[in-house]
């Protein structure tokens, strides 16, 4: 029997979701930061240095950024951590990873880079004092697994961040729906020629789990003092747990 997901509004095979995801991050992998930018009007960019701020990495702190994209968070790990430290960078897309990598090298950060699939992280358990997913856990076909799997490699005291789109203050919803499926495919289609994979985006958000109940799936993965923060009246919101 074939197992079946969730492509945006789509309900597809498993394997077909992984080849499918994987074809819209090909394509936009280029455009990723202005499709970011267009996608949250530039907000995701504060979103993230509230993500950095949040983690409290150190110097000699061993840090895992998982989809880390174009490698925002691990460039600023990178630097928190120092040469003592060791943060990796890692996407299960190649062209994201290639983008990614090049930046940070280009920023003077020669960072350990992989191509690696959340669900089986090939890294020692009780390794990492901070793991991140910016923008990432939604497109995640099991995402219970890929929650496990990053606590297994936390260490014991480590701390879990999840940064993710999720469930908007009710009295914005029909605005923000406008925007998401209206207004964002037809900007995709002029910013990045490809409105598809910008209406995909917004079907992926409306499809992932809001605020609460993503807070019981990381307290179901075994993760404790599980908290949210709502950003920008829930357009995104940043899940924090703790390896006891």
């Given amino acids: 029997m074939t197992n079946t997901t969730h492509f945006g509004f789509e309900t597809v095979n498993e394997e077909d979701k992984v080849r499918k995801v994987a074809e819209v991050f090909h394509s936009v992998a280029t455009k990723y930061d202005v499709m970011n930018d267009v996608m949250s009007v530039g907000l995701h960019r504060l979103w993230k240095m509230f993500t ?38 890692t996407d299960i897309n190649e062209s994201m990873l290639r983008v990614g990598r090049d930046r940070l090298l280009n920023q003077g950060l020669n960072t350990p880079t992989m191509l690696c699939d959340a669900e089986k992280l090939p890294f020692p358990d009780n390794y990492f004092d901070r793991v991140s997913v910016a923008f990432g856990l939604r497109n995640m076909t099991h995402k219970d697994v890929a929650l496990a799997e990053m606590r297994r490699v936390l260490k014991p005291g480590g701390k879990l961040l999840v940064l993710e789109f999720s469930k908007v203050w009710q009295p914005l919803q029909k605005p923000y729906d406008l925007y998401s499926f209206k207004i964002l495919p037809w900007m ?45 009246a829930g357009v995104a919101a940043l899940h924090t747990g703790i390896k006891l």
């Fill in 188 to 232: 995709g289609q002029k910013i990045a020629n490809d409105a598809e994979s910008y209406r995909y985006l917004a079907e992926s958000i409306r499809m992932h789990p809001d605020q609460e109940t993503l807070k019981t799936m990381l307290q179901e993965a075994g993760l404790e003092r599980v908290d949210y923060f709502n950003l920008s």
């Fill in 52 to 89: 950095i701020a949040q983690a409290g990495v150190r110097p000699g702190f061993k840090v895992l950024d998982i989809a880390g994209g174009t490698g925002d968070l691990a460039k600023a790990f990178a630097r928190q951590a120092g040469a003592s430290g060791e943060v990796w960078l």
